[in-house]
Each structure stands twice: as structure tokens, then as C-alpha cells.
């Protein structure tokens, strides 16, 4: 079984913002996978699909994107999934917009996300989907990370969209993560 988590914040006001691009990408992913959203006691939104004759949970915590996981954690110790099957997919605001980049693990790099589901799940062995969304120029990091996308900057965003989407589903189906870093990173 496998575990794909899309960081993000709940509710309208956080709609279509860039620091919900794991929302946006998991939405599409649980659309072709013709998957649906249910609100689990686990305080998220969980939608349950098969790639490759493999179970996938496709997750959307709604405890606010800091606080992730608080989720993630108990979701995997209810499902048994291990560490190395979970793929979360987050912005990064130092990769420039648009750019995607793979990682089969590491620390936080300063993302509060993914800080606490390093916390809640006791390893950094999980794979990443980093979305860029670039860094501000000429505002604060919040204001920025909460805004919306210009339509130039949604372009880019949705070409990001489209290359992580190809290689979650490579992963899925070739169960082979590295070879997929290698040809999408």
C-alpha cells in the first residue's frame, strides 16, 4: 500500500494559494484515479484508489499545514504504511516557480509541514514531491506562500502539476522511485 500525502491549508480563503499546491495536485491526482474524498477520524480528507493492482491512500490533512502531521502519523500506524511508501507532495519556496524536484528523504529544509510529520512519524525516510513556487521579491514569506497565482505564474504552476503528476504516476507504477528521480528531476 501506498501513501500520497498533498500538504495544504483547509478552507476557501486558502483555495488556489501557493502554499496549497499539494492540494491542487492531489485533487487532480484523486480525479484521474476516479477517487473520492471522505472525511476520516483522522483528521483528514482520505480518498482510497488502485494503481497497478496497489491499494493507494491519497491524503489531505485538514489540521492546517504546520500541524500535518498530526494526520499523517496516526493515518500510517492505522494503515500500516511504511515510511518508505509515503510521498508527500508540498511547495518549496526555493526552487524557482514551476521547477519540480524529487527527494527519496531528508530533514524539513525549514518547511513547518514537513517538520511536524517528521515529528509525528519519527523518520525523514519518506519520499518528496517539491513543487516550486519561488521565493518573494517584494513581501513577507506569509503573505507570499498565502497569495494567489498571477495567470504567468499559473502557467508555470500548472506545467509543475503536470510533471509531478507524471512521475507520482511512474512511481506508482514502476514501484521504483529512484529510476523516477532520475528521469524527472
Known sequence: MKMIVGLGNI???YA????NVGF???DELAQRLNADFKTSKFEAQVATAFQAGEKVLLVKPSTYMNDSGRAV?????YYNV????????HDDLDLPLGKVRL?????AGGHNGIKSIISHVGDQQFKRAKVGIDHPQKMSVVNYVLGKF???ELKQFEDAKLTTLAA???WLTTNDFAAVMNQYN
Open 73 to 77: 502519523g496516526p493515518l500510517m500506524s
Open 103 to 107: 527527494k527519496q528523504k531528508g530533514s
Open 82 to 89: 511504511a515510511p518508505a511508501d509515503l510521498l508527500v507532495i
Open 11 to 13: 478552507g476557501t480563503k
Open 16 to 19: 488556489q494559494t501557493r502554499h
Open 24 to 26: 491542487m495536485i492531489i
Open 150 to 152: 498571477s495567470p504567468a
Open 168 to 170: 507520482v504516476d511512474a
